[in-house]
């Protein structure tokens, strides 16, 4: 089966600039992580969804990022304005359901430099 | 709450030798225990788990890791370290099941030098 897609791979950016990164989970799969992964540290949930709807989203920093999954299936993370220590890759993962939550499929993420 | 101390950023090796890699775990709920492994420029892929039963779980490339309560521990193991190995290894811990999203540690970086 295809896994977690994620697009770019790669990003470069300036402060104050926009940015949005796509991620098509494993197909059937209902749930959906945001990660964020800051250089030497372990990955950080952003926010999940369940289907189409929200489940988590309390380390989201709302004044600047957010995220969709308008259909359940693709999703959209944007920051917007991008700061420096918004530099990190973005991981995307997908469970079946969220009673698998501990067993996740992660994507190969998206590398993002603010400059 | 949960959490995982990775002692040691790095982890340097020679080929043939002897993998450890220490994972220590803080719950207040019997935990579930996990090895992720990220290859560069990739994302983390599943090494090994434990939820329930034998507390020396194998994995894939063999590694292998045991869980010891008394010593909230689940250290990562391999007899003979490979060239391939080099990574970036992530201890996590889930409390109480399988609805909970897991913590990750900050990642040990294991070198394997020729």
């Known amino acids: 089966e295809a896994g977690v897609a994620q697009s770019p791979r790669y990003k470069i950016i300036e402060k104050r600039q926009s940015v949005a990164f796509w991620c098509n989970p494993i197909?059937?799969?209902?749930?959906l992580y945001w990660y964020q992964q800051i250089l030497g540290q372990g990955p950080k949930l952003l926010i999940q969804f369940q289907n189409n709807g929200v489940v988590d989203d309390s380390q989201l920093p709302k004044d600047r990022f957010s995220a969709e999954r308008l259909k359940g299936v693709d999703s959209t993370l944007k920051i917007q304005p991008a700061k420096l220590e918004d530099s990190a890759v973005y991981l995307c993962?997908?469970?079946?359901?969220?009673?698998?939550?501990?067993?996740?499929?992660f994507g190969p993420g998206t590398r993002l430099t603010v400059t | 709450a949960q959490s995982v101390t990775q002692l040691g950023s790095h982890v340097s090796v020679s080929e043939g030798a002897l993998v450890l890699l220490r994972c220590n775990y803080s719950?207040?709920?019997?935990?579930?225990l996990f090895w992720y492994v990220q290859y560069p420029n990739q994302g983390l892929q599943l090494l090994l788990k434990?939820?329930?039963?034998?507390?020396l779980v194998k994995g894939i490339n063999g590694f292998e890791a045991e869980f010891k309560k008394s010593e909230t521990s689940f250290h990562l193991t391999k007899p003979s370290a490979h060239m391939s190995d080099a990574a970036e290894y992530f201890c996590?811990?889930?409390?109480?099941?399988?609805?909970?999203?897991?913590?990750f540690g900050r990642g040990t970086s294991l070198i394997v030098h020729p």
């Open positions: 434990y939820t329930t039963g034998a507390t």
């Open positions: 993962a997908s469970t079946p359901s969220p009673m698998s939550s501990y067993e996740q499929y």
């Open positions: 996590a811990v889930s409390e109480g099941g399988g609805s909970y999203i897991p913590t």
């Open positions: 197909s059937g799969h209902a749930t």
């Open positions: 719950s207040s709920v019997p935990p579930y």
